[in-house]
């Protein structure tokens, strides 16, 4: 017997089985194998559509770090992201770091 998975857990389970699926067969599978929960099926659509927008943003898909470590090795004085032009590093701690940026976008 499977032990009872967590809401998360069934949320994450089934994001990654829906991508797995042609899109266009998507929502019927997911209504199926939601079988009436709603509030599962809403979950997983908001990461689908959130993972269809990040996927347009190829700045956003990558590892923070691997996208600092190409700017460093890279040496540029500058990088663009979506419609910010950052312009030197701040300041850094935890996990991440601050930069100084402007509008690149007019």
């Keep these: 017997m499977e032990p009872v998975k967590s809401h998360a857990e069934q949320v994450e ?12 067969a998507r ?6 194998v939601c079988d009436g ?3 599962l099926r809403m979950a997983v659509r908001k990461l689908l559509d959130a993972h269809q927008r990040v996927g347009n943003k190829p700045a956003w898909s990558e ?4 996208s600092e470590a190409l ?7 500058d990088t663009t992201l979506e419609r ?7 300041g850094a701690g935890g996990m991440g770091m ?3 940026a402007v509008r690149a976008d007019d």
Excluded: C, M, N, W
């Excluded at 929502?27 to 199926?32: P, V």
């Excluded at 700017?71 to 004085?77: C, D, E, Q």
């Design 98 to 100: 601050v930069y100084k």
């Design 37 to 39: 929960d709603e509030p």
């Design 13 to 24: 389970r089934l994001f990654h089985e829906v991508l797995e699926i042609e899109a266009s």
């Design 71 to 77: 700017r460093t090795v890279s040496g540029a004085a």
């Design 84 to 90: 910010y032009r950052l312009i030197e590093p701040i």
């Design 27 to 32: 929502e019927t599978y997911l209504a199926g």
């Design 63 to 66: 590892a923070a770090i691997q």
